[in-house]
């Protein structure tokens, strides 16, 4: 089936830092989203993206829809202690409600 | 309240068990879905339902079955248990009628093991 390549599979940062990762597929998708999932609970929606180049924040977070509609990018602020846990690109396409996620992205920071 | 629940939490059992995973929501979605979760692969989509009398396989059915109950209820069965089922499930909700139906909301998540 298809596959989201998400990138990269992990990464280790001091608090302040920066953080970006992005997802990438062969197929074209309509729909990106990013989630984050904290140890022992359920993904919890963070951006939603319905449109090629468009970008959206939520508070420090900014994600970007590619123009290809083939990938899309996660941005990280000032990272904070609570900004640890394992970050998802899902996506899907009109027509077809199920979503296709990718394999995952942790983020730990360092003290 | 959470919107999305799932019971039990956690799950140890023995292989050829049989088992039921639960899922509520009181978000009044339409459509439901049972996601497995091992680590290295992502979710995994196992089965979805759209309404009351709609079910369909994902990408991974063997070994698994659905019961949609009522709108708000959507358990996830497998029938004789076997140790590669061990994983974290999730149930997920989405809104049919608004413009964002992709959008998935998740509970928070079963981890069974099974000796």
């Known amino acids: 089936g298809q596959q989201l390549n998400q990138s990269p599979q992990s990464m280790f940062i001091q608090e302040g830092e920066d953080v970006s990762m992005n997802c990438t597929s062969s197929s074209i998708f309509n729909t990106w989203l990013w989630y984050k999932q904290d140890p022992g609970e359920g993904p919890v929606l963070l951006i939603a993206l319905y449109k090629a180049g468009e970008l959206t924040s939520n508070g420090r977070l900014t994600a970007q829809f590619g123009i290809t509609r083939k990938d899309s990018f996660l941005n990280i602020s000032a990272s904070i202690p609570s900004d640890v846990g394992i970050y998802f690109c899902a996506a899907s396409f009109f027509g077809n409600e199920k979503l296709t996620f990718g394999t995952g992205t942790r983020l730990t920071i360092i003290p | 309240d959470a919107d999305v629940t799932q019971t039990p939490r956690n799950r140890i059992t023995k292989t050829g068990k049989r088992i039921m995973l639960e899922c509520s929501q009181t978000?009044?979605?339409?459509?439901m879905y049972w996601y497995r979760q091992d680590p290295g692969l992502g979710l995994r989509l196992i089965y979805y339902?759209?309404?009351?009398?709609?079910?369909n396989k994902g990408e991974i059915s063997d070994g698994y079955s659905v019961s949609r109950q009522a709108q708000a209820k959507f358990s996830l069965s497998l029938e004789s248990a076997i140790p590669n089922q061990t994983a974290l499930y999730f149930c997920?909700?989405?809104?049919?009628?608004?413009?964002?139906?992709?959008?998935?909301?998740f509970g928070p998540g079963t981890r069974l093991t099974v000796l």
């Open positions: 997920a909700t989405s809104d049919l009628s608004g413009s964002n139906y992709n959008e998935q909301f």
């Open positions: 978000k009044g979605h339409d459509r």
């Open positions: 339902s759209f309404d009351v009398k709609d079910i």
